[in-house]
């Protein structure tokens, strides 16, 4: 039996490292409290506004079946576009990505991390709302599977949009940039209501938006409106993928990292 004390330095393998790094920016983002209630506090309080009084028309329908699509593309919006946008245009501000460059960590494991992070928070946001729905009286119908692929498109093009931004502006200004955005896209996306509630006229060009795509081909999924006539929303897809591409190309080639 012979024993052996020779260190044997290294880094750990890529999974676990990628593994740790999503643990840790999801407890950052558990313990900031700004993050919180952008991403949990406000969908909560947006379907529970929307279900309960009567204040705004949300058209045919059980308010309920109406309103949920809406509040997981907010949720969606609010996770993997503004708050990564902020979060990540202040740590390369601070210096913190140009530090974990430099860690065994690779960039793509940074991306990779940072992505499993808002996945992860994005379950427990559809937990918490499907649940809260569930108690109003929605009842599932239509195709989740596929409401699940438009939200992992819808993701992917927020991801996209905010690393783009928060890899190429300066932090005050993402902030800025950032929260305007997303008040411009909740007000045009058909968050509240349908697009079809706005004017005829703006209904095509809103829907060419990521969060009216989002919240259209979640409505047609979910059979929002009761018919039983579903269907594959294709319009929604082809737009939602169409974002997705482009913004996560733009962002794999403009981001800095200082």
Not at 16 to 23: E, K, M, N, S, T
Not at 34 to 45: G, K, N
């Amino acid at each position: 039996m012979s024993l052996s004390f020779v260190p044997r330095p290294g880094a750990a393998p890529l999974p676990r490292r990628v593994l740790a790094q999503a643990g840790l920016e999801l407890r950052l983002l558990l313990r900031n409290g700004e993050q919180l209630l952008i991403t949990l506090v406000i969908p909560l309080a947006a379907l529970l506004g929307l279900v309960l009084t009567t204040a705004v028309d949300l058209g045919p329908g059980e308010r309920v079946e109406v309103a949920l699509p809406g509040v997981l593309a907010l949720a969606a919006l609010s996770t993997a576009f503004t708050g990564q946008a902020i979060g990540t245009g202040f740590e390369r501000r601070y210096g913190v990505l140009k530090r974990l460059a430099a860690s065994p960590l690779p960039k793509a494991g940074l991306v990779a991390g940072k992505t499993l992070s808002v996945v992860a928070v994005e379950v427990l946001q559809v937990v918490l709302l499907v649940g809260a729905a569930l108690a109003l009286g929605w009842q599932a119908r239509g195709e989740p599977l596929l409401a699940v692929l438009l939200l992992a498109l819808g993701t992917a093009a927020f991801s996209g949009l905010a690393l783009l931004m928060a890899g190429t502006l300066r932090a005050e200004a993402t902030l800025a940039v950032a929260n305007l955005a997303y008040l411009v896209l909740v007000a045009v996306g058909g968050v509240a209501v349908p697009l079809a509630q706005y004017p005829e006229a703006v209904q095509g060009l809103f829907a060419l938006t990521p969060v009216g795509a989002l919240t259209e081909g979640l409505r047609a999924a979910l059979d929002a409106g009761g018919s039983g006539a579903t269907g594959t929303p294709w319009g929604p897809l082809a737009v939602l993928t169409a974002w997705a591409v482009a913004a996560v190309a733009a962002a794999a080639r403009a981001f800095r990292w200082e």
